[in-house]
């Protein structure tokens, strides 16, 4: 098999771009206005909306009307979240994804088991790639700042939209035809939580530079680290270990930013292309390049997971007995501060309505 260099994409016959390339990826979609699935213009094709947060699943939780909060900490109305999207590929994700998923989501947490039991967690993995990279192109019409005298800054500014590449391609996957090789399904985990009824129904964080999604809808977690081939989620197994308990909102957002944490200390993170047979992409691979030997982790930063944990479950923090509230962002900042665990390391029942000790992330190097 001959690897495709990366700053070329690859159309097959019928012009249906199989491969699209990084140079392409941001020059046309993230930059530009093309479709983010095919790559077609808005001036070949008809275009439509696609909700970022899929229409089915506002409906299934019923928050059409609620808000989502941004990454510059304003709302955005969950109905209205859309980003544009050409008519053919907005149906073909409807049927690959929508149709199956929400289906197996309307039967809650039993019905999203079966549907791993019978197909295993591919197309979940795909699709949360896929909410992933919608978020984050959402983002590049998003202002920072809604008071422009000082210039019209976007919450994408900041984005090196190169990095999003490795998740574009499994987002599209379904699209593109590409098989998905071995090591490069990354950690996913999958966990019934409690419907507390003073939580939300839903809920969403994203951990851009650590690549990990994760959802909430009703009883049902889902945790993703797209690029590290499943090695967080061994790391992470001290922490997992421990969590003996149903997970309230605030605990499961907590055990996101444990892997979103793993994963950016990962040393040795294995890398991803996609290889063809030929030049009209016939069988297109995304493939995985693991390091040699063991996965190593840089010692750990409390700083850095801190930082992650703030920006994950700041808005949990309240004024307990012990802090104010904003004692409790600063010990969470250093990640002195856990809604999952006490003091002694034992899960916590109740969660964020107890008084909080402060305790220490424990994961291992493996
Ligand atoms: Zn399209």
Redesign the pocket.
Known sequence: MMPITTDKSIYDKTGRLRFCSIDKFVSDICEGDH??????HPSK?PFNREHVIPNWLLRNVNIHSGNIQLPNGRLHRYGSYTIP??T???TGLAEHFEKPISEAFGKGFSGLSALVEREGTERLFQWMALLFVKMHLKDKTLLQNPDTRLGRFYISDGYDWSTFHHMHCLARAHYSGAKIGKYVHGSMLFVEVGENSEDEFFDIATVSSAYTLYIRVKDIAIYTVFDDSGICLEAVEPVLSRITGVMNSAQARELAAELAAANIHLKNPPSFGTRSSNADGDDLEIIALPPEGNAEFFAKSNNAIGHIKRSVLGSFCQATADHTREEALELLGSNEYSFLFNSEGVFVTGGDKEDLQPVRSEWSAI
């Open positions: 479709c983010f699935i095919c790559g077609r094709v999207c050409c053919e590929c907005n």
